[in-house]
């Protein structure tokens, strides 16, 4: 594809051949839009399956017992959910409708945990009733729990979430530390009704070497548990198995050394010359890594060769020795590679001050994570012969809020082909979390239609017919 946009210093997406392909067709682009609205989120989840099975490459490599579960906060489409049943895998789910929703697409209760940060009753009941294993976080949801189950206590699957202290893992809100739960699990009246199933944690950032010290952390809980009589089966280390947005080593690093460089008020590369987070020349914390070099089965592969400071065995010898099998929940990683989103462009105009700027029919909740900014180069796409001059100018893209930081990305663009209102622009790559996880309605502006390559047709998903 000739390439008719690119940021100031470029950060070049890594495409799927589906998205060269439907790039690769501006009538098709111009019909999805006008048909479901802009933006619209494309799904393709072909690549989900050979996602999975890097992970499951590793993982037999080193002869454990191994699952994965998808984290289904990272895109709410059925599309995903479907298509990781389909792959042969679990459901990490955060919500009671997403519990529902799951159990009604028929998805087996054994093969659903529940990881959802805050439980409402509502959620333990059905899951309890339903059998599906629960994620405890702490004591008031323990108790909660037991009161739900009543005299059926022995039904309640539940495993611990623990909270891993180690020097390299900073402090969780989430989970209790193991001597916590030891102590609630050896009062009388909770050792007498309940069974742990298994230990769960899940940590923050991507470093394998924290996930190996986790495992080992967990086994270690899991050998205390046995001697209490219970009969663990699992260790789950939760998500953040890290993915690449992009090919290139070289142009991240020199994004982010251009950027150290910037003088204060220059916008030659970002809005108002922000830093996005970075300290010096190094990425901030505050952004996602979108360029890695280890990531899925290297990385896995990695976690399980992992020698324990205090051992001679690695994880995963540790893991067949205990006859205990290991949990994943992947989200992003899993949608890498399974959506884009695509947008036209409502106008270009000068900033009061003279900087171009291209605005979308779109608002910046529909392509934004936690991340301080999204750092890939969306592709522009020429549909139709614009009705005003196209401008050369290097712009920024603004949105549909009525918020002066209304900004879709915070990085300066330029468009050596040209950009008019009724051009598209797509921001590749998008289905792990960009999509959906802060979208809003706000200005009463509905949320973007959700379509999917079904293997004939692109379809709309069926969750945009869902009411909450
Ligand atoms: C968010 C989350 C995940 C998924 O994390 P990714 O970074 O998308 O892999 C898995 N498990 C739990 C408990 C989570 O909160």
Redesign the pocket.
Known sequence: MDEKMHGTARLTARLEPWMEELLGDPALCAELVESHGSPVNIHNFDALGRNVSELRTAAAAHGIDFEIYY?R??NKTMGALDRAVREGCGV?V?SLNELRQCLDAGVPAGRIIV?A?VKSKALLEVAIDSGVTI?LDNEDELRDAMELAGCKAETLKIALRLAIEHPLIPPTR?GLLAPEWLRILSDGAVASRVKVAGI?F?LNGYAANARSVGIHQALAVIGQLRGMGHEPSFVDM????PMSYLDSAQQWDDFWSRLAQLPDGDESLTWKSDRLGAAGSLPGTGVYPYHQRLIRGGWLDEVLGYVPESGTDSIAEELRAAKIQLRC??????MDGCGLTLTEVAFTKDRSDGVPLVGLHMNRTQCRSTSADFLLDPVLVHAAPPRRKRRFESAFLVGAYCIEEELLLRRRFEFPAGVAAGDLIAFPNTA??LMHIVESASHQLPLAANVLWDGNAWVADGIDGVKL
């Open positions: 984290a906060k990272a990490d955060a990881s940060a994620s989430f769960h899940h939760g998500g953040g198995i929940e992947p989200g992003r990683s899993l792990g979390y």
